[in-house]
């Protein structure tokens, strides 16, 4: 079976399959869209009502469908599962979450696939680990989204506090998406330059202050954004566009995909985020981007806290 690099399934249809779906559409990167929920008719009712903006975008094969219609595609994104609410962590989600995707993973390897899992159903990285296990692919096909919207949100508070295109900052968040993720501040270049050099030209001096600031707003944005209207979905959206689109346009860009660690920063056997060149196999390779000492340090703590949930499924 030949993969079609310019297909695409979104299995889950609520908020953030929708959402994804949406963005997917005015991306222009794929002509031929499925959506599978268990809810079947949500699934055709978001294909309608998508359908309906073609007219204003490109034309697209947008259906409702099932998992004989997967073989083909070159991107099976997940986003199936219960969200949070206030109060839940992302890894509180995990025993509701983890039985959907052995579920949808049993589905999908009962036929021949051979393009690239994505999966951002949370907990992403624990998802990310049990597709991986369940499926049996090559690690280089099974992605999570990892901190790719936490990164976003990074950049758009950097971009807020030095008046500057978020576009023209390097800097990455890595390790758990969720409670203990870390900024790799030792990294974080704006135009090429050390991020407080550039602070300094902008007339900001604090910056113990302002970092701790910017990341506790990073962090909890999901929090905040919850409270508020009980779930997130756009950003998120727009990361899965940017994820596909270094897939399927074969791009090599560096994005804090989530992934399996073979060894980087003495991690093994765990799936986080750290940057990665993706591209249309997936993972090319993974970049261990310099981190301080106590930089390290939380990455290695944020790989154990993963580790002691992946242990509960897969006690070695
Ligand atoms: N990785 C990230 O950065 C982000 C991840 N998320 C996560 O995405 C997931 C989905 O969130 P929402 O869309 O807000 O939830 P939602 O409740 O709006 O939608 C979930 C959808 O999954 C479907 N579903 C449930 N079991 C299924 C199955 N076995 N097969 C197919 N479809 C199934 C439901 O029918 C529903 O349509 C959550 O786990 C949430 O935490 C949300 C935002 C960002
Ligand atoms: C819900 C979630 O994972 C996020 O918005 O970061």
Redesign the pocket.
């Known amino acids: 079976m030949s993969i079609d690099s310019r297909k695409v399934v979104v ?8 959402s994804s779906a949406f963005a997917l559409m005015q991306s222009k990167l794929f002509s031929e869209m499925v959506l ?4 079947h008719d ?1 699934a055709e009712g978001e294909a309608m009502d998508i359908s309906h903006g073609m007219a204003f975008a490109s034309p697209m094969k947008i259906y409702a469908g099932s998992y004989d219609d997967i073989t083909d595609a070159a991107v099976i994104v997940i ?6 609410k206030p109060d839940e962590t ?1 890894l509180d ?1 995990i025993r509701k ?1 983890s039985a ?1 995707m052995k ?2 993973i049993g589905e999908i390897k009962k036929r021949p696939f051979e393009g690239i899992l994505l999966i ?3 907990p ?1 990285d624990i998802l990310t680990y049990i597709a991986l296990k369940e499926s049996g692919y090559p690690a280089n096909r099974v992605i ?3 901190t ?3 990164t976003g949100r990074f950049r758009y508070e950097l971009g807020e506090h030095l008046g500057v295109d978020s576009r023209s900052i390097h800097a990455f968040i890595i390790g758990e ?1 969720g409670d203990s993720e870390l900024a790799a501040w030792s990294e974080a270049r704006v135009g090429g330059m050390p991020i407080n050099d550039f602070c300094e030209l902008r007339g900001h001096y604090d910056h113990e202050a302002s970092m701790e600031k910017i990341f506790n707003s990073v962090k909890n944005s ?1 929090y905040e954004i919850i409270a508020r209207k009980h ?3 756009y ?2 959206a727009m ?1 899965v566009c940017r994820i596909c689109a270094a897939i399927v346009r074969n791009e090599q860009s560096i994005l804090p995909v989530s992934s399996l660690m073979t060894g980087e920063y003495g991690l093994e056997n765990v799936v986080l985020s750290i940057p990665a060149v993706v591209d249309e196999n997936g993972i090319e390779t993974v970049v261990p981007i310099e981190l301080n000492e106590t930089e390290l340090s939380k990455l290695q703590q944020s790989a154990a806290v993963l580790k002691k949930v992946i242990a509960e499924f897969y006690p070695d």
Do not use: E
């Open positions: 299995v889950g249809c609520g908020f953030v399959g929708s599978i929920d268990a809810d949500r986003t199936a599962g219960a969200n949070q992302r989600l979450n959907i579920s949808i951002v159903s949370n992403v999570g989204s990892g790719v919207l936490d998406h999901a779930a997130t979905y950003g998120i990361a």
